[in-house]
């Protein structure tokens, strides 16, 4: 197997299981590399680190689910896979600009009504330990592809009384 198609499931690994502890042993295994091609090879091919990557990944969580949640800046925290919550607002604030709690309040205040935290945790996108979707809501691992993994947890559908959680899908 090529190179390129190998550091694909790597990164699709990483996709679906961003909110999990992850480590480059881990990864590399999946690519079939050692650790050290591995995190060269991956910045050659993504032009960013495997590192950076999940930081990445996990922030644009954050970023959706600060917007459209009904959750916690803690909640928040522990979903995307931070075990810190000053790791985790030091770092939102260095790459968004503002901490994680203005976030939330300046789209509260102009955006779309927020999903209620307690139906998330009830429809199963949430894990009240603070894990993200459960692999068995969607299958065996590499089932669902992780766009579709994010639409899903997204675009929760409808909620009780008949309304839409989430007005579009991105």
């Known amino acids: 197997m090529e190179l390129l198609p190998r550091l694909r499931l790597a990164r699709d690994h990483i996709d679906r299981d961003y909110q999990g502890?992850?480590?480059?042993?881990?990864?590399?295994?999946?690519?079939?590399?050692?650790?050290f091609y591995f995190i060269r090879c991956f910045g050659a091919a993504y032009g960013e680190t495997p590192n950076r990557y999940v930081l990445r990944r996990r922030l644009e969580r954050a970023q959706d689910l600060l917007r459209y949640?009904?959750?916690?800046?803690?909640?928040?925290?522990?979903?995307?896979?931070?075990?810190?919550?000053?790791?985790?607002?030091?770092?939102?604030?260095?790459?968004?600009?503002e901490?994680?709690?203005?976030?939330?309040?300046?789209?509260?205040?102009?955006?779309?009504?927020?999903?209620?935290?307690?139906?998330?945790?009830?429809?199963?996108?949430?894990?009240?330990?603070?894990?993200v979707a459960p692999e068995d809501a969607h299958g065996p691992a590499g089932a669902a592809a992780p766009e579709d993994h994010d639409r899903d947890l997204c675009n929760i559908g409808e909620v009780p009384g008949g309304r839409r959680g989430v007005a579009s899908s991105a």
């Not at 502890?21 to 650790?35: E, F, N, P, Y």
């Not at 949640?69 to 600009?97: I, R, W």
């Not at 205040?109 to 894990?131: E, K, Q, S, T, V």
């Open 69 to 97: 949640a009904n959750l916690t800046v803690t909640e928040v925290c522990m979903a995307v896979g931070f075990t810190s919550l000053g790791s985790f607002s030091s770092k939102f604030t260095q790459v968004v600009g």
């Open 99 to 131: 901490s994680p709690k203005a976030y939330r309040d300046r789209w509260a205040a102009h955006g779309a009504p927020r999903i209620p935290g307690c139906y998330l945790f009830m429809c199963g996108a949430l894990d009240p330990a603070g894990a």
């Open 21 to 35: 502890r992850l480590d480059l042993d881990g990864l590399a295994a999946v690519a079939g590399i050692s650790k």
